[in-house]
């Protein structure tokens, strides 16, 4: 029976892909684009710039190591809230003809963040420290994030495209439904990954946080 319901699930997922390929074709491409500004910037960061992140990072690495009792639950709280609010923003916007841009641009803002987050910190601790770093960090969570983030954008030009080719009223509500049922199955998949940020990927970094630091 799980076997089974697996299948399903995998089949379901590949075959909303596949339906919606064009749509994941152009999301992805900004998000890429923006990965690739983001890691542009880095380059062209001032010095006094690359200092005061450095500062950052290394008051960020000091205070895990001498913190002895982490507020999980003060930190899964405030996780889950932002990204709660990112796919409520994404789903809002998507909701609008006009607010397409503003998805686009989200998009483009979060692979712009991940791609200056992941050079900064290989520019700083350099590839080996920074590669730990990222990982424990920001590595395991993306890997449900970005995915989720770009469905819901995705789901957001869909709903865009279907309202300009039909304007009824009835198709208009069937498809708001479903983009937002759709969403809120996103946002379910953000909490998940807001667990896996502060239960696994906080502890991994307490484990290897004396390499990074040494």
Same mark, same amino acid.
């Given at each position: 029976?799980?076997?089974?319901?697996?299948?399903?699930?995998?089949?379901?997922?590949?075959?909303?892909?596949?339906?919606? $390929?064009?749509?994941?074709?152009?999301?992805?491409?900004?998000?890429?684009?923006?990965?690739? =500004?983001?890691?542009?910037?880095?380059?062209?960061?001032?010095?006094?710039?690359?200092?005061?992140? $450095? @500062?950052?990072?290394?008051?960020?690495?000091?205070?895990?190591?001498?913190?002895?009792?982490?507020?999980?639950?003060?930190?899964?709280?405030?996780?889950?809230?932002?990204?709660?609010?990112?796919?409520?923003?994404?789903?809002?916007?998507?909701?609008?003809?006009?607010?397409?841009?503003?998805?686009?641009?989200?998009? =483009?803002?979060?692979?712009?963040?991940?791609?200056?987050?992941?050079?900064?910190?290989?520019?700083?601790?350099?590839?080996?420290?920074?590669?730990?770093?990222?990982?424990?960090?920001?590595?395991?969570?993306? &890997?449900?994030?970005?995915?989720?983030?770009?469905?819901?954008?995705?789901?957001?030009? @869909? &709903?865009?495209?279907?309202?300009?080719?039909?304007?009824?009223?009835?198709?208009? @509500?069937?498809?708001?439904?479903?983009?937002?049922?759709?969403?809120?199955?996103?946002?379910?998949?953000?909490?998940?990954?807001? &667990?896996?940020?502060?239960?696994?990927?906080?502890?991994?970094?307490?484990?290897?946080?004396?390499?990074?630091?040494?």
């Amino acid at each position: 029976m799980k076997k089974n319901k697996r299948l399903k699930i995998k089949e379901t997922i590949i075959e909303h892909i596949v339906n919606n $390929k064009k749509e994941y074709i152009i999301i992805t491409l900004i998000f890429i684009i923006g990965i690739f =500004l983001g890691v542009f910037l880095t380059n062209n960061t001032s010095d006094n710039n690359i200092q005061e992140t $450095k @500062k950052y990072i290394d008051t960020f690495i000091e205070n895990i190591k001498n913190t002895s009792n982490i507020n999980f639950m003060g930190l899964l709280k405030n996780s889950m809230l932002t990204y709660i609010i990112l796919a409520i923003t994404i789903w809002f916007f998507g909701t609008t003809v006009i607010g397409i841009p503003i998805v686009f641009g989200i998009i =483009l803002y979060k692979g712009f963040s991940l791609g200056y987050t992941i050079s900064i910190c290989i520019n700083i601790l350099g590839i080996q420290k920074g590669i730990a770093f990222i990982f424990s960090t920001i590595f395991l969570q993306n &890997l449900l994030i970005i995915p989720a983030t770009i469905a819901i954008a995705v789901s957001g030009f @869909k &709903l865009y495209k279907s309202i300009v080719k039909d304007r009824r009223k009835n198709n208009i @509500k069937f498809e708001i439904l479903r983009h937002t049922i759709f969403s809120l199955i996103m946002t379910f998949i953000l909490c998940l990954a807001s &667990l896996i940020e502060i239960f696994i990927s906080t502890n991994i970094l307490k484990a290897i946080i004396n390499y990074i630091s040494a």
